[in-house]
């Protein structure tokens, strides 16, 4: 089969003919180490059409800028001997395939606008990576479509077939070619471009950049230019650009600098060099292109991404694979928090912020305040994602500001309160506990706008829940919020926490709630206030995983339970201790 196929492949080609003669000799003499560039002007001369097209390529904004000219000699050697030669097989590779050419199983005008930009993505990439033969890399780009041509033109029955099988099987074309016509397009371009006297490099490019191929099999150079045109490919047909038949499904956007190695702003800069290129040379041939698709589709995906962030991170993380910009996001929320608790005689203070896989609107905060006292700020923003933790910053610049100018309670949360209704909607709320602790130790006062009540737990035994008083932040203005006083006693206890920890409920949808937040801070009572905070932790992740009741606790079982990152109690756990020193 194999013997019939190579004869069948050897027919074709006959078949095929030359490149017009002018384009023939041009890529022989730029082949030629010793070309004279006289005796190329006058060549190229000859041929009126593509004496027009170099003088219009040279004098494009990619490479004239304001630098114009009408004289060919000047024009070629602005374009270099390497690039004359690409340009010329280009030409000459469309006047044998013209885009008007009608009868054809490819759209010719498809076909070219992939062509060139997997040429000008080849280049692109070569001189990313250091690579010297970017020209060779560019040529070979446009040359590797030769053989799909050479099918469109003498084996169209055949082809037709393997394009449908590719796309309805989802398969790639050099399969479904195989599967049909028992060799592919690659193999018919490789002896093309030995019919043509092309160096070997080119043919071994095109027949083996479609297939698997043993170390040695092809020469240094083959194997370099391989790499660079099969990552353009993966490039072009990511972006959508042109139609090369092939039925498997693209790299993604979001995913494609991964795949080629390249950081983001490579990719864009990579992008606008092919917009550029594409349209330059596009227009030689009549064939009119956007100048901007890549970097429209670029703009288009990074649109895409932030619409699907603002629409939930919870529903489309798995599809978009977002985790990397997510892991981000959570950790600029992390560092909104602060770096360093302040520095209190009379009280002894611990904090914890535990994410959640969402980002959230969890936040506290250790407030400068005016007249040099120090409050203590728990918010929970309403929502997740994004919305939540972008809420969450403006809260706290907010409070940051305005603690510098009221130092009661009552009167920061009513300013706060109108500067987020001022700047948000009534959809988008907070709420907010904030103490202001009693410089000589003797207790706090404290405004709630409708957070969770703290548990205060008496050195007595007896057991306090500090009630909340006012609305929630941003809902309406003008709003009036209570200020309590309350006194501590040496070894007095107050926490304030989230609704993570009492809201968190394991696999029958139980909560933990208040009494199971008691339950630990009782048997905690006398331990420091971050270990305590630790023991909550531990047991709201026992009670979500389902180790352990909430109803009673012993807090040394606790330290064999799950580890904060271990387990996702699907919301933020956030609390604040503090404890009046004996």
Not at 238 to 256: K, M, N, T, W, Y
Not at 409 to 432: C, D, I, K, R, Y
Not at 563 to 571: L, N, V
């Amino acid at each position: 089969m194999e013997t019939t196929s190579k004869y069948f492949v050897a027919d074709l080609v006959e078949e095929v003919g030359s490149l017009p003669t002018v384009a023939a000799q041009i890529v022989s003499q730029t082949s030629d180490p010793d070309c004279d560039i006289g005796d190329l002007c006058r060549l190229i001369q000859s041929d009126g059409v593509m004496t027009m097209r170099f003088l219009a390529l040279a004098n494009s904004a990619a490479l004239a800028g304001a630098n114009q000219t009408t004289d060919l000699r000047a024009a070629l050697v602005r374009l270099g001997l390497r690039r004359v030669r690409n340009v010329s097989m280009f030409m000459g590779m469309h006047d044998m395939n013209p885009l008007d050419q009608t009868g054809n199983t490819l759209d010719m005008k498809e076909f070219w606008k992939y062509n060139l930009a997997t040429a000008s993505c080849a280049q692109g990439l070569a001189w990313q990576r250091g690579d010297r033969a970017y020209e060779d890399a560019w040529l070979a780009g446009i040359l590797h479509g030769i053989g799909l041509v050479a099918m469109d033109q003498t084996a169209q029955e055949g082809l037709s077939q393997a394009l449908s099988m590719a796309q309805e099987c989802h398969l790639s074309r050099t399969e479904a070619e195989l599967r049909v016509l028992d060799f592919h397009s690659g193999e018919l371009g490789a002896r093309i471009l030995k019919q043509w006297g092309l160096p070997r490099v080119f043919a071994d490019v095109l027949e083996y950049h479609c297939e698997d191929y043993e170390p040695g099999e092809v020469c240094e150079e083959s194997d370099r230019i391989i790499s660079l045109l099969r990552d353009a490919i993966t490039m072009v047909r990511s972006f959508h650009f042109g139609i090369c038949g092939d039925g498997r499904e693209p790299v993604a956007l979001d995913q494609l600098g991964e795949h080629l190695g390249l950081a983001q702003p490579a990719v864009e800069a990579l992008a606008a060099k092919v917009d550029r290129e594409v349209l330059d040379l596009s227009r030689l041939v009549g064939l009119d292109l956007d100048g901007q698709h890549f970097q429209k589709t670029l703009q288009e995906s990074k649109r895409q991404a932030a619409r699907v962030g603002l629409e939930g991170f919870e529903d489309t993380l798995a599809k978009e694979k977002l985790e990397e910009q997510l892991a981000m996001a959570r950790d600029i929320q992390q560092h909104l928090l602060p770096q360093k608790q302040p520095d209190l005689p009379h009280f002894e203070l611990a904090a914890v912020n535990t994410p959640s896989l969402q980002v959230s609107g969890d936040y506290y905060d250790f407030l400068k305040m005016k007249d040099g006292l120090v409050g203590l700020v728990i918010a929970d923003v309403c929502g997740k994602g994004m919305p939540a933790s972008l809420l969450a910053s403006n809260l706290q610049a907010c409070l940051r500001a305005l603690s510098l100018v009221f130092n009661d309670p009552g009167q920061l949360l009513n300013a706060v309160n109108n500067a987020l209704f001022e700047s948000t909607n009534p959809e988008h709320f907070a709420t907010l506990f904030v103490a202001v602790l009693d410089p000589e130790g003797l207790g706090f006062r404290y405004a709630s706008a409708g957070h969770n009540p703290p548990m205060l737990l008496r050195q007595s035994g007896e057991t306090e829940w500090l009630k909340p008083a006012g609305t929630p932040l941003g809902m309406f203005p003008d709003m009036q919020y209570p200020v309590m006083d309350v006194t501590l006693h040496p070894g007095d206890l107050v926490v304030s926490y989230t609704d993570g920890i009492t809201e968190a409920t394991d696999w029958q949808d139980v909560e933990f709630e208040e009494s199971g937040l008691e339950s630990i801070v009782r048997y905690c009572a006398g331990r420091p206030c971050e270990e305590l905070i630790s023991r909550v932790i531990r047991g709201v992740l026992a009670h979500v995983a389902g180790s352990a009741s909430h109803k009673v606790f012993n807090p040394d079982d606790l330290d064999s339970g799950p580890q904060p990152g271990e387990i996702d109690a699907g919301d933020d756990l956030t609390m604040v201790v503090w404890r009046r020193k004996s």
